[in-house]
């Protein structure tokens, strides 16, 4: 059974920093892209950032040069760094892993960005 365990949600203030973490585990086969996905309330669920195999790394244009995506691929893991937060970064943060065939995704952690 494979498995995607989010961690890093936070509330945080305007202007700060927050890093998520996803992590699959299980029989997951050939891992081909990894990105991270948000979706606010009363919105749809829309992608922030994607990181292809020996492909492009995509951001949406709203996260340009404030968000990082990375991968530790030894360890299945993909990561977020969120700097200089806006309120309107607020959502439930969704990890997705897609593999031939198939895309898995996380549970979701919240990002609250509010003063």
């Known amino acids: 059974q494979v498995q995607l365990v989010e961690s890093g949600g936070d509330l945080v203030q305007p202007g700060g920093s927050l890093r998520l973490s996803c992590a699959a585990s299980?029989?997951?086969?050939?891992?081909?892209?990894m990105g991270w996905y948000r979706q606010a309330p009363g919105k749809q669920r829309e992608l922030v950032a994607n990181k292809i195999s020996g492909g492009p790394t995509i951001y949406a244009e709203s996260v340009k040069d404030r968000f990082t995506i990375s991968t530790a691929n030894a360890k299945n893991t993909v990561y977020l760094q969120m700097n200089s937060l806006k309120p309107a970064d607020t959502a439930v943060y969704y990890c997705n892993v897609g593999v031939t065939g198939f895309d898995y995704w996380g549970q979701g952690t919240q990002v609250t960005v509010s003063s």
């Open positions: 299980g029989r997951i086969g050939r891992i081909y892209k």
